[in-house]
């Protein structure tokens, strides 16, 4: 367990005071007990057992099929590699639009898992729920701009604010998150200025991925940042490192050592 003077936030509390004292927050998506471990050594601030763990992980077309059930057994995993990182569990679809006792029930379910906090897409219609987490103990983060688990309405994964009415509901969204005490926001694929502008207007902190560099934090999708990606990297998910080049190099090495010969080598066998 970290002390109060810890750097790092370990609470939905810390990531309000890192706005307020003008420091950044880094955040990206986990979803297994391997790179939890990895991530425990890192300075990153805050992990997300995103719904995304049914593409990145499972292969689906989209977040939709995330069940309950899968994020729970991510959440464990990664609750198991990194307890003392802040860990944020995304609600998986409709599981916060069926009333406001089967989302506690939800959340109950992921907070048990080791989650610190939930996320969930949007504010409309759900304003409830969010009032008793909160109310309940549990940190809420929102997710506002493009929220993938509308895909089906939005017709595809488009920015989103783009006009003025749109801007205007993205930014009314935002002030009745902070009012309804969520604890921050994820800004998904929305213009740069438009984040800008939800950032200086709220005191918790916007937590951005296709936002731009004025939120308050950045997340990214873990596989996206190694560079893990054979097909598709989208504009703003900058690859860090050459994660696929790397993978592929060592399995080529691995195959051409096994037929060689080479490998396993007698220093690797036991007498
Ligand atoms: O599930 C996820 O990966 C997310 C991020 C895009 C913020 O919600």
Do not use: W
């Amino acid at each position: 367990m970290r002390t109060s003077e810890s750097t790092l936030p370990v609470s939905s509390n810390d990531f309000v005071r890192a706005k307020a004292a003008g420091r950044k927050l880094s955040m990206v998506t986990c979803y297994d007990y391997t790179f939890a471990r990895l991530l425990a050594r890192s300075q990153i601030d805050g992990m997300l057992v995103g719904d995304s763990a049914a593409m990145v992980m499972h292969g689906h077309a989209s977040t939709l099929p995330a069940s309950l059930d899968l994020m729970r057994i991510h959440t464990e995993a990664v609750a198991r590699g990194a307890a003392d990182k802040f860990i944020i569990a995304d609600m998986p679809f409709l599981s916060y639009r069926k009333g406001v006792a089967a989302a506690l029930d939800a959340a109950q379910s992921l907070m048990l898992a080791g989650a610190h906090a939930v996320k969930m897409e949007g504010v409309d219609g759900h304003e409830d729920v969010i009032e008793r987490m909160v109310g309940s103990g549990i940190p809420v983060m929102g997710h506002l701009g493009l929220q993938p688990q509308s895909v089906r309405a939005y017709g595809g994964y488009r920015v989103q604010g783009r006009s003025d009415e749109s801007a205007c509901e993205i930014s009314r969204r935002a002030r009745t998150l902070q009012e309804l005490g969520a604890f921050a926001t994820v800004l998904e694929c929305v213009p740069a200025s438009l984040a800008c502008q939800i950032t200086r207007s709220l005191h918790i902190p916007t937590i951005g991925i296709g936002a731009g560099a004025g939120c308050d934090g950045q997340i990214l999708v873990l596989q996206d940042l190694l560079g893990m990606n054979v097909d598709f990297q989208p504009r703003f998910a900058r690859p860090f490192a050459d994660g696929a080049r790397n993978v592929l190099d060592a399995l080529a090495q691995f195959d051409g050592a096994v037929k060689t010969g080479t490998f396993p080598s007698p220093e690797e066998s036991y007498t």
